[in-house]
């Protein structure tokens, strides 16, 4: 099994696990109240949704990695059309950064 393979199982453990917010305006609401723990952003994300995301990250330090595309991101939590998830637990967002790293 691939790497991209395991962190995309892993965010969609996550997902099951009821343990990540999709959606740009929720995402940011986790950044701000401090429940995203890591933020994933997929490689074809729009400038101005990836500057206001890592921006925010930046600002309030949240981690955040640039993953796949947003098909293979999508596929993973079974949603179409997303670009960017916020994991919200530590244990999730600590594994997926050590299978990113």
């Known amino acids: ?7 995309l199982n892993m965010i969609g453990l996550a997902a099951r696990a009821r343990k990540l917010s999709v959606g740009e305006d929720q995402i ?3 950044i701000k109240r401090g429940q995203a723990k890591l933020v994933l952003l997929a490689e074809d994300i729009g400038f101005q949704t990836g500057k206001k995301l890592t921006d ?5 330090k949240v981690p955040y990695r640039s993953i796949t595309d947003r098909q293979a991101l999508s596929h993973a939590i079974g949603k179409s059309g997303r ?17 990113l790293d």
């Open 56 to 60: 925010k990250c930046r600002y309030y």
């Open 28 to 30: 940011l609401k986790d």
């Open 1 to 7: 099994m691939s790497n991209e393979q395991k962190y």
């Open 83 to 99: 670009v960017a998830v916020a994991i919200t637990d530590q244990g999730f967002a600590q594994k997926i950064c050590s299978l």
